[in-house]
């Protein structure tokens, strides 16, 4: 059996939901769970614990998915908010989950990097990211649609002898986007494997000598866009097989 870890998402107290309005949720969407659950291979999702406890339970990891969710706070790649801080992000989610992923590298774990966990990866590695895209960049690309969500897309470029061109055989592939953030300076040691070509912003890569895979779009949400995005298995397939070379 592979067991794959899930970092959390967070819903902080708020005494107008209906439900658990006083307490603080930690959950992963239920598509993540489709999308990774199979066969052979079992998600299992990391609460936030005390770091004697969660130790404990990343030890039994054989590697570690970081999904998508609230955006990376700005005060943890060193800038300040923009906008009178319009996009706080979250702060303690970032804590809690480059502990995880800082332990993931120091024992050798993989990990496949989803939206945010993709901008994560990359200020792990000491990159930066655009606060928001409309914002401070020229992009005309729309990146994100609250009311569509998962039902936009777009066409990225594979760049030549990357990993994903020796996934899909393919220079161009078509993916959804639900991010106003994004990669602003690459973070060390990354591989730039596709790009969107209207506004070269960076949509994938891994990295040069750790097993760190991250995509930009959500893979998970494939199956809303059937038949127009890029099916998502094969790259999972091969996130697999780097979980089974690297599993103890």
């Given at each position: 059996?592979i067991?794959?870890?899930?970092?959390?998402?967070?819903?902080?107290?708020?005494?107008?939901?209906?439900?658990?309005?006083?307490?603080?949720?930690a959950?992963?969407?239920?598509?993540?769970?489709?999308?990774?659950?199979?066969?052979?291979?079992?998600?299992?999702?990391?609460?936030?614990?005390p770091?004697?406890?969660?130790?404990?339970?990343?030890?039994?990891?054989?590697g570690?998915?970081?999904?998508?969710?609230?955006?990376?706070?700005?005060?943890?790649?060193?800038?300040?908010?923009?906008?009178?801080?319009?996009?706080?992000?979250?702060?303690?989610?970032?804590?809690?989950?480059?502990?995880i992923?800082?332990?993931?590298?120091?024992?050798?774990?993989?990990?496949?990097?989803?939206?945010?966990?993709?901008?994560?990866?990359?200020?792990?590695?000491?990159?930066?990211?655009?606060?928001?895209l409309?914002?401070?960049?020229?992009?005309?690309?729309?990146?994100?649609?609250?009311?569509?969500?998962?039902?936009?897309?777009?066409?990225?470029?594979?760049?030549?002898?990357?990993?994903?061109?020796?996934?899909?055989?393919n220079?161009?592939?078509?993916?959804?986007?639900?991010?106003?953030?994004?990669?602003?300076?690459?973070?060390?040691?990354?591989v730039v494997?596709?790009?969107?070509?209207?506004?070269?912003?960076?949509?994938?890569?891994?990295?040069?000598h750790?097993?760190?895979?991250?995509?930009?779009?959500?893979?998970?949400?494939?199956?809303?866009?059937?038949?127009?995005?890029?099916?998502?298995?094969?790259?999972?397939?091969?996130?697999?097989?780097?979980?089974?070379?690297?599993?103890?």
């Open positions: 059996m067991r794959i870890g899930v970092s959390a998402c967070f819903m902080y107290p708020d005494p107008t939901r209906t439900v658990f309005g006083h307490k603080t949720l959950y992963f969407e239920q598509d993540m769970a489709k999308f990774l659950s199979r066969k052979g291979v079992m998600p299992i999702f990391l609460p936030d614990l770091w004697s406890e969660l130790d404990q339970y990343l030890q039994e990891m054989d570690f998915v970081f999904q998508g969710g609230a955006d990376i706070a700005p005060s943890t790649y060193g800038e300040e908010a923009i906008e009178n801080s319009r996009w706080p992000g979250d702060r303690f989610r970032d804590q809690y989950e480059l502990k992923f800082d332990y993931a590298i120091k024992n050798q774990r993989p990990i496949f990097a989803i939206c945010r966990g993709f901008q994560l990866a990359n200020i792990y590695f000491g990159g930066k990211l655009y606060q928001d409309v914002l401070q960049t020229s992009t005309t690309v729309e990146h994100r649609n609250a009311q569509q969500y998962d039902r936009i897309f777009h066409q990225v470029q594979v760049t030549d002898g990357s990993l994903l061109e020796r996934i899909y055989k220079k161009i592939l078509t993916v959804n986007s639900v991010h106003h953030q994004g990669v602003e300076k690459l973070g060390q040691g990354l494997d596709a790009f969107c070509p209207k506004d070269n912003l960076i949509e994938a890569f891994h990295h040069s750790l097993p760190v895979f991250g995509v930009q779009w959500h893979p998970e949400f494939s199956a809303t866009l059937n038949g127009i995005v890029e099916d998502p298995e094969p790259y999972y397939d091969h996130f697999l097989k780097v979980v089974e070379k690297f599993k103890r």
